[in-house]
RNA sequence: GGCCCGUUCGUCUAACGGUUAGGACGCCAGGUUUUCAACCUGGUAAUAGGGGUUCGAUUCCCCUACGGGCUGCCA
């Protein structure tokens, strides 16, 4: 049996990260089975349609690197891929389910269903449904006589099709996760399967579809866990093999309780969206995990570690290693709270194995924002090779880099009190003596400075911050020789300079 | 409330009946004879509670507690 699994989600606004590890999940089954990785957008409400969510999805997943196989944007044999384009299809299996008995005609508008909750609520059911007793008091073709259901349905009245739940059956299935998960019928309701306006709920547009698209295994969120069982009598009813189902633990908030939502990022500042959403609706902007400074291979690798492991101790792990390494039985059975310092933490070990090539242009890019030019790729390239290790996210690396292409102008007044002392003047200056006026080596420019100090009796440790703030106006910052260096001796001496002209103004001794 | 799922350091997790219960993040201490968010070393800290089963339970079963999900003509 060949692999095929679907990232199914509902454009009714951004994906936010629980989605994307849902995503990402399937991508590597997919994947590591040589099988399909499917994108289906599940468009059935039309009152949650948000414009611009879907081409939000596929952006956020293709800069992820989670390409698909088949999708509304790229033509499979199993298409449409959007649910809104195959009603025709829902409406012919919903039909044959009321023909076959296992479904029904309901009239019941949404004022007498919340009458009948409400009547029930005041007898005592703290939770109402409609299911098989209360069926019986309620407007349908089961109630009806047939010739007044026919009547109704002429006369174009409003209806919506039903699930006959059985009275008293057990409905179990194997979850990958879980193990066997066992329901008693009685307990579900009868699921709405076809809305008044022809669109077909989750329930049956999914159990169709995953049939129609040769489906072998469902991978979504538990919080489908408990309408599975209906989606088995649907798979019953329409005397088809249900495929394997994976239910995956929840992402939590970070404090408190319950599953993370959209508000839960900007409480904690952390993103809860893979890229940048603009509302359309109320202009509302939500940060993304791009746009906040992380890699895209590191957002997996954050939420692969939620509500997976694959022990050994490895955690930090390439798109490639993530595949090579998963499996379902890895998967975890309970909810993981979001770790927002974890989650820059490992951002951060994928930016220290990143290239100074590779993070070039995205100095290129902050130094056109600012109109500078002038710089080749290798000195971006080596500039960020040395600021790439005190870096978490990537946008912690023009702060660490700028001195390299803008000399400061200001110093910090205390540290620089802290650690002056009359020596110092004299040291800086002979320093800049000694340098050439061209490119130095780190080793020169350690060699320049040792000899400085020697010449004036004075411990060259003590020197070395003073220096840094000289020459970045940062009290810290990536490693000082190397830095130092490849600004060059002439860069350097007009900075020792500029700095000693600001300590004669800035300090009374 | 009902149904379903879950419960190992603060957090993410490893240990698929036998370990001094391991790792990682965080935190703390020390080192790196400048700083430092980097690096190194060390430390801190857990099997929810109670019953079984077993020679032996983190691991299997039951109960309780707690947490989560669902309970819509939303997905």
Redesign the pocket.
């Known amino acids: 049996m060949s692999v095929r699994v679907r990232f ?1 989600p ?1 454009p ?1 606004g951004p994906l936010h990260i629980g989605g994307v590890r849902t995503a990402l999940y399937n991508y590597l089954f997919a994947r590591k089975h040589g099988g399909t990785f499917i994108l289906r957008i ?1 468009d ?2 039309r ?2 349609y948000v414009p611009g969510a879907e081409a939000y999805i596929q952006e956020a997943l293709q800069w992820l690197g989670l390409t698909y196989d088949e999708g509304p944007d790229k033509a499979g044999p199993h298409g449409p891929y959007r649910q809104s384009e195959r009603t025709a299809i829902y409406r012919r299996y919903a039909d044959q389910l009321v023909a076959a008995g296992h479904a029904y005609y309901a009239f ?3 004022e007498e ?1 919340e009458a009948m909750r409400t009547r029930m609520k005041k007898a005592g059911a ?5 299911d098989q007793v209360t069926r019986q008091y309620m407007r349908n073709s089961l109630t009806l006589p047939e010739n007044e259901t026919r009547e109704l349905i002429e006369q174009g009245v ?1 209806y ?1 099709i039903r699930l006959k739940t059985p009275r008293q059956e057990e409905v179990k299935f194997q979850d990958e996760v ?2 066997w ?4 019928s009685g ?1 579900l ?1 009868d699921k ?1 399967l076809l ?3 022809g ?1 077909p ?2 329930h049956l547009a999914n159990v169709v579809d995953d049939h129609l698209m040769d489906i072998s295994h469902v991978i979504r969120g ?6 599975t069982p209906v989606h088995v009598l649907l798979y019953r009813y329409l005397g088809w093999e249900p495929p394997c189902f994976a239910h995956l ?2 992402i ?1 908030k970070p404090s408190g ?3 993370l939502s959209k508000r839960d990022g900007d409480l904690g500042g952390f993103p809860v969206f893979p890229i940048e959403w603009k509302d359309p609706r109320t202009g509302e902007v939500y940060a993304g995990y791009r746009e906040s400074g992380y890699l895209p291979e590191a957002v997996l690798n954050i939420l692969a ?3 997976w ?1 694959p ?1 050994a ?1 490895r ?1 930090i792990l390439s798109l490639d290693e993530m595949t090579r390494l998963f499996s379902l039985e ?1 998967v ?6 979001f ?1 927002p ?2 989650a820059r ?1 490992i951002n ?1 070990q994928h930016l ?1 194995r990143k290239s100074g090539q590779a993070l070039a242009p995205y100095l290129r890019t902050e130094l056109e924002k600012l109109g500078i030019d002038g710089y080749d790729d290798a000195y971006l390239a080596a500039v960020a090779e040395l600021t790439r ?2 870096a ?1 996210l990537l946008t ?1 690396l023009w ?2 880099s700028r001195f390299f292409f803008i000399a400061p102008v200001e110093y910090p007044l205390d540290v620089v009190k802290k650690k002056w002392r009359p020596e110092v003047r004299d040291f800086l200056a002979s320093l800049a003596e000694r340098l050439p006026d061209g490119p130095l080596s780190a080793e020169t420019l350690e060699t320049a400075f040792e000899e400085a100090a020697q010449a004036l009796g004075v411990k060259a ?2 020197m ?2 003073l220096f ?1 703030i000289a020459i970045s106006g940062q ?3 990536p ?2 020789f190397p830095a130092a260096a490849l600004l060059g001796g002439g860069e350097l001496k007009k900075r020792l300079r500029t700095f000693l002209t600001w300590a004669e103004q800035h300090l009374e001794e």
Request: charge should be positive; proline fraction near 7%.
């Open positions: 199914a509902s009714t599940e059935t409400d009152t949650r019941d508008t949404p269903l703290a939770a109402p449904k409609y409003p919506v879980r193990g998960v066992k329901f008693q307990q309701d709405v809305k008044a306006d669109f709920t989750y538990e919080e489908w866990l408990s309408s633990p929840l939590l309780k319950g599953k570690l939620l509500g492991s022990g101790g955690e890895k975890g059975k309970s909810g993981a709270k770790d310092q974890k933490w951060q220290k290790e005190k978490q912690d702060p660490l440790g003590r070395k911050q840094r009290p810290s910052g490693s000082l």
